[in-house]
């Protein structure tokens, strides 16, 4: 279960609950920094985000760093020589071979970062489960450490999914009380939060500034 960070007041948040681990959260890295989610924000800047908060907790972290800004590989070296243990990989709905062709680079180029591939078939593509199993299946022969399938809240179908895919799986929770007990129990193995503490954060300091704004 990795909570997801935007900076480093938030990771050492998550770090001083107890999470022996914790991840980023590109969109609202992207957010603070001015920029919409989908690359817009310059990859220094967001290598640069990810390497503060590395130097700053004494816990692992693995980066959020979308479809690879442009250079997958040297993405996910720069992301390894920032200190990030692992990285998503998003594969925006490119042809499986592709994304497949990448996920092989980088393992081979940098091959002690845990690659956790994304697909968007339930956020932007067909949601068919099979698009879903087929793309995370050969990201993980590819060489992947995890398939991430973003989007997914169905238990019927998260069970589909971990019976189908031949791998580790991450689906992504909701902060309010997720079933993570429930999730276990039907093969999930990673859980994340994208950028959903950073929303809690954001509606409770809207609600406080609305209380308090001088009417």
Not at 108 to 125: H, K, S, W, Y
Request: proline share 7%.
């Amino acid at each position: 279960m990795l909570p997801n960070a935007w900076d480093v007041a938030s990771a050492h948040v998550f770090a001083e609950a107890g999470f022996p681990a914790i991840a980023t959260a590109s969109w609202a890295i992207a957010a603070v920094h001015g920029y919409p989610d989908g690359e817009q924000i310059p990859r220094a800047e967001m290598l640069a985000a990810v390497e503060r908060i590395v130097r700053n907790v004494d816990v692992p972290v693995s980066a959020d760093l979308e479809a690879g800004y442009g250079d997958p590989v040297g993405t996910a070296r720069h992301a390894w020589d920032a200190g990030a243990v692992g990285m998503n990989f998003e594969d925006a709905l490119r042809p499986v071979e592709e994304h497949a062709a990448d996920v092989r680079a980088i393992k081979q180029a940098v091959p002690e970062l845990i690659l956790n591939a994304r697909t968007d078939v339930f956020l932007r593509g067909s949601k068919d489960p099979e698009e879903a199993i087929e793309r995370a299946n050969a990201y993980l022969e590819a060489g992947a450490d995890c398939a991430y399938v973003i989007g997914v809240s169905d238990l019927e179908v998260i069970a589909r999914l971990s019976r189908g895919i031949d791998g580790p799986i991450n689906v992504l929770v909701e902060v309010e009380s997720p079933p993570l007990a429930e999730l276990e129990k039907l093969g999930v193995r990673r859980v994340t939060f994208g950028p959903n503490f950073f929303r809690a954060g954001l509606a409770r300091v809207e609600e406080l500034a609305r209380e308090l704004a001088p009417r």
